[in-house]
């Protein structure tokens, strides 16, 4: 009888956000995570609705979406999924890691969490489920975060167990300390100023071509 071959697990990270619009800051700290944590894929997952976030300048799903696959380009260990925008309504991280789970059940998750993320996460829809599915990358920009405080926080030392917290300490991302934020962009936009040099040429021009979070189309 032929064996056969054991399927080896892949490394993915989950990357949410409103990516609105995405830029050279998302991107960097996508390519941090890929090569600190050795991972085989980042999964860029744009909310259809954010839960933490109203925000009026929010720029249709497909839109986004399409910016983003202009972003990530041709690399390899990018991919950008629209599961959360094809579901609609308010996206909840639970439920989108308990469906990528049973998608892809031989591999294993991690979420990027940025800072705000990390410390508002005990707030989150379920935050034990999703640490009990799937493990944190928290970012930590050189000279600006401090991880080790961000876990000591009450509502956070609370939620996470002894190991969870060592986790994250230990597989924190570390990144430079990159001032690109997309609410900049979105007003630099809004105001007539460039954004050359902060979001990816192709990104800008798309931007440009659908008049995005320009004042007249608000």
Known sequence: MVKKAAVMAKELAIFGGSFNPIHFGHLIVAECCLEQAQLDRVLFMPAATP???HDSTL??????????QLAVGSHAKFEVSSQECNRGGISYTVNTVHNLIRQFPNDNFSLI??????LSF????????ILGMIKILAI????????EQITQQPQLEELLSEKQSCQIKTDRIR?????????QLREAIASGSSIRFRTP???ERFIARKQLFSTHTQ
């Not at 720029?59 to 983003?68: K, N, T, Y």
């Not at 005990?122 to 489920?129: F, L, Q």
């Not at 990144?175 to 609410?183: D, L, Y």
């Open 122 to 129: 005990p707030s989150w829809k379920e935050p034990r489920r």
């Open 51 to 53: 839960p933490h976030k």
């Open 175 to 183: 990144v430079p300390a990159i001032g690109i934020r997309a609410n």
């Open 140 to 147: 930590e920009r050189h000279g600006i975060d401090d991880i």
């Open 201 to 203: 040429s192709s990104v």
């Open 59 to 68: 720029a249709a799903p497909e839109d986004r979406i399409e910016m983003l």
């Open 113 to 118: 969490l940025g800072p705000d993320a990390l």
